[in-house]
């Protein structure tokens, strides 16, 4: 069956340090794959779209890679501040948007 | 613009009552979408309308039912209210295939069921 994995235990890292998240999936051919922004109590807010031809995506301090033959993507935040600290998400396009299930970042100053 | 709004914020029911979440969107959207969200399960897609007048199930549609009698607006009904139902709900809109694939998600209405 399709399945997608983020990493279940909250990632706690020092501001100006890099975070790293992991979006791994299954069972899937995705054409599209997308990272939110959830904060606590919100919706989740899009934050990046990488398309299944793209390698890398850049925007500010934020950037994705997306690797099929892996079947995983990584979410970087470089120089990360404690106002990044959220629940990101990555959802995956494979007819409808199928989300994972998040990791919750924490930036300590 | 408002973006997407939903109506309530909180609600409580007894297991048996019904209601109806009431979602809006001022951005014209084509495609609109409810989901649940539960502890360690992510969203799950609940029902989603692809126009006016069109509704199709998703993930997890047991349990609800959904009308779009008009574009912006995108209705999230429970007949009889389960525990099971208690979660976080969103709704959330994207333009048509060809525009931008990024969905605008509401606030949320937080639902318990005793």
């Known amino acids: 069956s399709q399945k997608i994995e983020q990493n279940s235990e909250a990632l706690n890292i020092q501001e100006g340090k890099t975070a790293t998240l992991t979006c791994n999936y299954t069972?899937?051919?995705?054409?599209?794959l997308q990272w939110y922004r959830q904060d606590p109590g919100r919706g989740p807010v899009f934050l990046l779209l990488?398309?299944?031809?793209?390698k890398e995506k850049r925007k500010e301090r934020l950037k994705v890679t997306f690797d099929t033959t892996l079947k995983q993507s990584l979410f970087h935040i470089t120089a990360s501040q404690p106002a990044d600290s959220a629940t990101y998400l990555c959802?995956?396009?494979?007819?409808?948007?199928?989300f994972g299930q998040g990791t919750e970042l924490s930036v300590k100053p | 613009n408002a973006g997407v709004t939903q109506t309530p914020k909180f609600r409580v029911l007894k297991t048996g009552q019904s209601m109806t979440l009431l979602c809006a969107q001022d951005?014209?959207?084509?495609?609109m979408y409810w989901y649940r969200q539960d502890p360690g399960m992510g969203l799950r897609l609940i029902h989603y309308?692809?126009?006016?007048?069109?509704?199709a199930k998703g993930e997890v549609p047991d349990g609800y039912n959904v009308s779009r009698l008009k574009k912006q607006n995108f209705l999230l009904g429970l007949e009889s209210a389960a525990p099971s139902q208690t979660s976080v709900y969103f709704c959330?809109?994207?333009?048509?295939?060809?525009?931008?694939?990024?969905?605008?998600f509401g606030p949320g209405t937080r639902l318990t069921v005793t």
């Open positions: 959330a809109s994207r333009p048509p295939t060809g525009g931008s694939y990024e969905q605008y």
């Open positions: 069972n899937y051919s995705p054409a599209y």
């Open positions: 990488i398309r299944e031809n793209e």
């Open positions: 959802a995956l396009e494979g007819g409808k948007l199928i």
């Open positions: 951005m014209n959207h084509e495609y």
């Open positions: 309308s692809v126009g006016e007048g069109t509704t």
